[in-house]
């Protein structure tokens, strides 16, 4: 407009909004971690997942020096692939996937040495009973001493997979069990988490309204993995992107599913902080603008309170005087059918000429709302 009207170009202000979407990018990327809050709730969790055994120096290494090999470990995906990301672009996912088939591996199985199947089949069937940390990690130093075969490996990736879809409960330690046998054996966790990544899509693309438990089993023993670092941030955060195009029926039970299972781990970690909450967003405002089962909308709730806390002040506690805390304890704790004339005479031995001390009397018996209704009567005594 000034070269057509032969004037000189104005400077205008500059934007101040350019300036404060800089500032808002440095703050996302370099997050402290302090300002997340604690990745663990207690010192007991943060040992489960963190203090694995180290079978590398207990185990001699003749006896996994070839399984070692096997598989390259489990690494983390650049953290940039957590955040390039546009917040709306959701895709789904158009690649053919067909539902986890084990039975073809069954030839493979016909060439072990039938003792040796059944050595393993009796290992096997005693991991259910594994459920405390010692157990489950003598059961995997067990198999990396006896059982350290490639056939074996399959077969344990197998039964770990195949856990009844009601013993949610073993999915932590089934998770411990791989943690701890991934510096030895780093074929085991990547074929469990392809396993579980198939069957996770399967799930979705089929789109059914049946097998619920078997699909949050899938999305548990995920969450499970990725607190171990055996499961992919990316992965598991694609996972949830996928549940979130189609958030209806069963698809916004296994997304609850997940973000109860690991979403505080997700939401907490510096690196998968920001996808985590715009995803958590995304599912909030899906749920008000979609007409949702009540039962549906708790969940939902539930599932991001868990993830982030609402930041709510504790309330003081109120502290009394150990006067007034012993005469409550006589009247609203203690007062009952047997006590009622000993109580009566530690109520006389009070100094009733300090006037605090009488009105406080006073108020306790006026206040009968603190004590059971079949109580009431013997304060009526006591009066």
Known sequence: MAEA????????????????????????????????????????????????????????SILYKDSKGE????????????????????????????????????DMTEAINMSNRMVLDAFLSQLPNCVNREMIDSAAAEFCMNHNTKSNRKRLVKGLFTVQRTRTDLLSFYSRLVAALEPCMPDVPIQLAAL???????????????????????CRFIGELTKFSMFSKADVLFCVKQLLFDFSHHHIEMACTIFESCGAF???????????????EQMLRKKAAMSLDSRYTTMIENAYYVVA?????????????ALHQYIRKLIYADLNKTNTEKILR??????????????????????????????????????
């Open 5 to 60: 009207m032969g004037e000189e170009m104005a400077e205008m202000p500059k934007l101040e909004t350019e300036k404060d979407e800089e500032d808002e990018q440095e703050l996302a990327n370099d997050l402290a971690p302090d300002t997340l809050g604690q990745l663990w709730d207690d010192e007991d969790t943060k040992a489960f997942y963190e203090n694995l055994p180290d079978l590398v120096a207990i185990i001699p």
């Open 71 to 106: 598989g390259e470990p489990v690494t983390k995906k650049d953290t940039e692939d957590l955040d390039k990301e546009d917040e709306d672009d959701i895709q789904i996912d158009e690649e053919p996937v067909e539902e986890v088939n084990l039975e073809e591996e069954e």
């Open 196 to 218: 579980l990544k198939q069957d996770f899509r399967w799930h979705v693309r089929k789109k059914d309204q049946i097998n619920i438990e078997s699909k949050l089993k899938v």
């Open 266 to 280: 997700l939401y907490r970690s510096p690196d998968s902080h920001r996808r985590t909450k715009i995803y958590l």
């Open 309 to 321: 806390p609402p930041d709510t002040p504790q309330e003081a506690k109120r502290v009394r005087p």
């Open 346 to 383: 530690q109520i006389r031995k009070f100094n009733w000429d300090d006037p605090e001390v009488a009105a406080y009397n006073v108020k306790c018996l006026k206040n009968v709302w603190n004590l059971k209704y079949f109580n009431i009567r013997y304060v009526a005594s006591l009066l």
